[in-house]
């Protein structure tokens, strides 16, 4: 079996943000990288199901769209068990939108015979928990959107999708498919010293957009939509904030506790 | 053809409409002036009859019921139905509530049908074209889109965000449309599984000290459950925790777990996602702990303090 994992590189939220110029987005180099913790779970989830598999080839490919940066982000998930890594980029593609990083990605497993796809629900920077079913419905694959627990039986996955409210559906499909993972599938491995250094002779392919039978143009006419600006919001209405040091702090908010749960 | 301007595709589950399918309604009625047409909602899949007459009471044109074979949603068979509505009135907005369901059909729908596409919208205007709101980078950033070249624009919309329509004047007429669709159903439902409720029900608790990401080892947890137990709290937590497996599901607070509304919630190191904040909002009194003064938490609490967690904890340890 071939699992692809779908990764993306994104800036550590509780860094201050910094803006480009003019509001095109988040200038990547005020920030700290990390990869997206959803599709950190989905790469958890592929390893874990290959190395359920009875004896055979199986194989985790990581792919992510990014430029030279992402190369670490690909590196990270080769180090924790992924087998090779595929970066694809073009200068063209910095602005691309939800759909139109679908269809790159799309392009890129469309010569890569997987039989199933997982990514992240969602990502924690732009959080549209749109590229995966686009990615499906641009490969006219099978897919499940937010799932929290996966089972294969050789021939049948079993998944449970989450729901709104404490539900979760279980739902049965057959292989090639594409599952987006939810956070929480399976506690996160960690790679060891040894394994981020053999991962540095991994195999990690780097593609431009004509090696996957793409150009810029195409890329843009699949964008469903352009950004006009990225700001800081107005700061609206907010806490009241305490201050004074921790015990000032801590004994304010026991003054509240006691008045609310009083009244 | 006829022309709808907005088409908006309402939702069930397990045989229930849900309240965000009404306030697509509302945010329908705020732009379909300036969109031009007139406003139809569809109640796509096997409960859309018994849906159809209470959409009919609110202020839209004209309710659409499509049937599909699956008794469950299945997103291949929702996203073929939803453009066979798109097919039939040429709407120029398609709205659907930003959950679960329409993560699995809705961007499907727009990678395949060539449609505009925008996710988990706050807001949204029509001048010459539509532009939307939406909230990026950990609710830290607005990104503001619109839609050059595209005819027809399908947004997901946040719940929780427009409020309910007033009921119409006089009922809206329904009318079925028959799909002939080759799409096959891809997935089979089994079962729906609630989750395990616990020895500990927190949605009826009064005050509730919670937890999150700023607690980075399993080793403090227990200091917390004892800090709560000694101010007569009870413990609870967002997310992280409970996917590291430090704590029970039945402890989380949030959109997929409890929605909680005790008198008085305490936040120690919770950053406020947006998935949490829908579980927590309701509180009567929200006072949050956080390091990071642009923390979105701070946003919805009504006293704040930017302050190391360990520290407040040890302080109130001290005060108990």
Redesign the interface.
């Known amino acids: 079996m071939r699992i692809a994992v779908l990764v993306k590189q994104v800036?550590v939220?509780?860094d201050?943000?910094e803006?480009l110029d003019g509001g095109r987005g988040?200038d990547p180099d005020c920030a700290e990288l990390e990869v997206n913790e959803w599709d950190a779970?989905a790469l958890e989830a592929a390893l874990i199901l290959r190395d359920s598999m009875a004896e055979g080839s199986h194989e985790v490919l990581v792919v992510t769209m990014g430029d030279e940066r992402a190369e670490e982000c690909v590196r990270s998930c080769l180090a924790k068990g992924a087998d090779r890594g595929i970066r694809i980029w073009d200068d063209a593609l910095a602005e691309a939108?939800?759909?139109a990083v679908?269809?790159v990605l799309a392009a890129t497993l469309a010569g890569e015979a997987v039989d199933l796809i997982l990514c992240g629900?969602?990502s924690?920077?732009?959080?549209?928990?749109?590229?995966?079913?686009?990615?499906?419905?641009?490969l006219?694959l099978?897919?499940?959107?937010?799932v929290k627990q996966i089972g294969f039986d050789g021939s049948v996955l079993?998944v449970?999708?989450?729901?709104?409210?404490?539900?979760?559906?279980?739902?049965?499909?057959e292989p090639p498919?594409l599952l987006?993972v939810?956070?929480?599938i399976a506690?996160l491995r960690h790679a060891t010293l040894r394994e981020i250094k053999r991962a540095r002779e991994k195999p990690l392919e780097v593609k431009g957009l004509l090696d996957v039978g793409l150009d810029a143009s195409t890329v843009a006419g699949?964008a469903?939509?352009?950004?006009?600006?990225?700001?800081?919001?107005e700061t609206?209405?907010?806490?009241?904030?305490?201050g004074g040091d921790?015990?000032a702090?801590?004994?304010?908010?026991?003054e509240?506790?006691h008045d609310?749960?009083a009244g | 053809m006829t022309l709808a301007g907005v088409l908006i595709l309402a939702e069930t589950?397990r045989g229930e409409l849900r309240d965000v399918s009404l306030e697509l309604i509302k945010a329908a009625e705020s732009v379909v002036e300036d969109v031009g047409g007139s406003v139809s909602v569809a109640a796509i899949g096997p409960d859309a009859n018994s849906i159809a007459d209470a959409l009919a009471a609110y202020p839209v044109d004209e309710v659409l019921t499509v049937d599909v074979p699956s008794t469950?949603?299945e997103?291949?068979l929702w996203?073929a139905a939803a453009e066979a509505l798109i097919d039939e009135l040429n709407p120029s907005l398609v709205l659907c509530g930003?959950?679960?369901d329409s993560?699995?059909?809705?961007?499907?729908?727009?990678?395949?049908k060539?449609?505009?596409?925008?996710?988990?919208i706050v807001g949204l205007e029509w001048t010459d074209g539509l532009?939307v709101r939406r909230?990026?980078?950990?609710?830290?950033?607005?990104?503001?889109?619109?839609?050059?070249e595209?005819r027809c624009v399908l947004v997901t919309v946040r719940p929780g965000i427009f409020g309910m329509p007033p009921p119409a004047t006089r009922r809206a007429r329904i009318r079925e449309l028959a799909v002939d669709s080759h799409e096959k159903p891809?997935?089979?439902?089994?079962?729906?599984?609630?989750?395990p409720r616990g020895d500990v029900d927190i949605t009826s608790a009064?005050?509730l000290l919670s937890i999150g990401r700023g607690v980075t080892d399993p080793g403090e947890v227990p200091r917390f459950a004892e800090l709560a137990r000694r101010?007569?709290a009870t413990l609870s937590s967002s997310?992280?925790l409970?996917?590291?497996?430090w704590l029970p599901?039945s402890l989380g607070v949030g959109?997929?777990?409890?929605?909680v509304k005790p008198?008085?919630y305490?936040a120690l190191g919770i950053?406020g996602a947006?998935q949490h904040l829908a579980g927590m909002r309701q509180a009567?009194?929200?006072?949050?702990?956080n390091s990071?003064p642009?923390a979105p938490i701070?946003?919805?609490?009504?006293?704040?303090?930017?302050?190391?967690l360990f520290?407040?904890a040890?302080?109130?340890e001290?005060?108990?």
């Open positions: 800036a939220l509780d201050e943000l803006l988040v779970f939108d939800v759909l679908a269809r629900a969602q924690s920077d732009e959080a549209s928990g749109a590229t995966g079913s686009a990615v499906a419905g641009f006219e099978a897919h499940v959107a937010v079993t449970s999708r989450e729901l709104e409210g404490r539900v979760a559906e279980v739902v049965t499909l498919a987006t939810q956070t929480g506690p699949v469903g939509s352009r950004l006009v600006s990225l700001t800081h919001p609206g209405e907010r806490a009241q904030m305490l921790s015990h702090v801590a004994a304010r908010i026991l509240i506790v609310r749960m | 589950r469950h949603f997103a291949a996203a930003h959950t679960v993560m699995g059909f809705a961007p499907r729908l727009a990678a395949t060539g449609l505009g596409f925008a996710a988990d532009r909230l990026t980078y950990g609710q830290k950033l607005v990104a503001e889109l619109e839609f050059p595209r891809r997935t089979t439902h089994v079962s729906f599984v609630e989750s009064d005050f101010l007569g997310r992280p409970i996917d590291a497996g599901s959109q997929s777990s409890n929605t008198r008085v305490l950053s947006v009567g009194t929200i006072i949050a702990v990071d642009h701070f946003g919805v609490a009504h006293y704040g303090a930017v302050a190391d520290a407040v040890e302080a109130l001290a005060l108990a």
